[in-house]
């Protein structure tokens, strides 16, 4: 997806637009107010005050009318620069723009555009001309809070986008209308895959049956291949005391991101937001000799994050999560080769699920951050090095690049983290893998090496899927519902023509299917054939059987694979044998 920001043609024809928006308003709605109208990564929009007034769709319509009419006047955008004194003269009877003043350094020149009869603060740059503004579109509205403070009033917010050709608005437009349909929170709701409920709360989804289906299946997909490669799984308390989370430095750098304290008898308690002091407690009940690491421990964990409830987004980014962790206890020099395992792990998971759209970032820390990055500059520069180096010996090898972002690392130390674009354009943060000598230190962890010391151990603190609810949107939009045969959660429907005499031989073949663990739809409802036969593609079911006279007569079977118009007639005993080759190897 376009990132308008980062563009300078259409960051500055956004920037003008988004003034023109403002001026078709003020023509509309005479005694509107302007907060602000800044350019974002997808377009602009505009925080207004319309007094009591509340926009609706059928105003966008006019809205765009009468910017089309202004861009058609062809105003010159002319730059004017006020002083403070000025600026607060001219804009004298509105409240918002005397704040952005008031706000300013006292000697600062202040610089405002106008076009036409309308005036507005501003930095710039602008185009020469409201002709120049001829491709645009309002996408929709919303309330925003004045200054994102949910304290004070709720202004009117415009959302639009603006492009220098036709051509270019009308395929943005259509991509925007196939992420619509493509946005997992509507797959989610027409195939039954989970559901909000606001006396459960707002970012607690819950799964039906179709949808827990699919994750059970996630789960049981990664924990076998994590405990093929010597993975020990346990199951920790989503609950601990504050002290735990004092004792990791978590309660210092992540406490804002809890659940508030909850206090019983002589302890104060907390839903916890990661596992990692678990495991360090886990791996310091028992004694270590070097000759048992790696150790690596894992879990499908539940973690409880306080998300602002405008930052929550169907089962994307939610305030409780199960998370596919692991953390491995390392010597130093087994990072290198631990470290390579974790991103083969990480290549092998995209490769099953057809993911080829990402990028690897090393997270680094912002040394200049005080309040968020642990204190030990030793620490930070022997991790970063010791990170930076083993991704420059694996990329070659793995055929990956990286690039580097800084201030992004754990506030215990830096990650790799695999950002992976969604079939709608977002960028998710999905599986990471990092560096950690600073909680090793802090819980006092040790084993015993061959000279007979005790010494530190490394860990890397890992997660392949990130968390399920979050993998699972990734993959409602990538598949668009329709899931793969080894992951759909109907995997097969078996359509009689006529529900009396067909009837037997499709309990059979059921009977057949069931047994390899296959989940199989038998639909013998008294409805019309076409009628059954359509609802096995609206559920996106990936194989339908088509079972009829012939079929019946020659034991075999009418194959309809979902989003193909080519049949095959295949035998029973091959047909079972091609459905369990499909499903091992992941296609």
Known sequence: MINFKENEQLNMLNHSCAHVLAQAVKRLFPNAKFWVGPVIDTGFYYDIDLQDYSIKEEDLEKIESQMKKISKEAKY?????????????????????????????????????????????CRGPHVSSTKEIKYFKLIKFSGAYYKGDSSLQVLQRIYGVCFPTEEELNEYLQNLEEAKLRDHRKIGKDLNLFMTHELVGSGFPLFLPAGANIRNKLERYIKDKEEKLGYLHVYTPSIATVNLYKTSGHWDHYKDNMFPVMKMDNEELVLRPMNCPHHMLIYKNSLHSYRDLPLRIGELAHDFRYEASGAVAGIERVRQMCQNDAHLFVRPDQIKEEFKNVVKLILEVYKDFNIKDYEFRLSLRDELDKEKYFPDDTMWNNAESELREVLNEIKSEFNINYFEAKGEAAFYGPKLDVQVKTAIGHELTVSTCQLDFLLPQRFDLTYVDQFNTKVRPVVLHRAILGSFERFMAFIIEEYKGAFPLWLSPNQISIVPVHTSSHLKYALKVKEKLTALNLSVNLDDRNEKFNYRLRDSQITKTPITLVIGDAEVASKTLNIREYGSLETKIMPLNEFLKYVKKRIDEKR
């Open 77 to 121: 955008i002319t730059r004017i620069e006020l002083t403070k004194a000025q600026a607060l003269e001219l804009f004298s009877e509105d409240n918002y723009k005397l704040d952005l003043i008031n706000n300013l350094p006292e000697n600062e020149i202040i610089s405002a555009y106008k076009q036409g009869e309308f005036i507005d603060l």
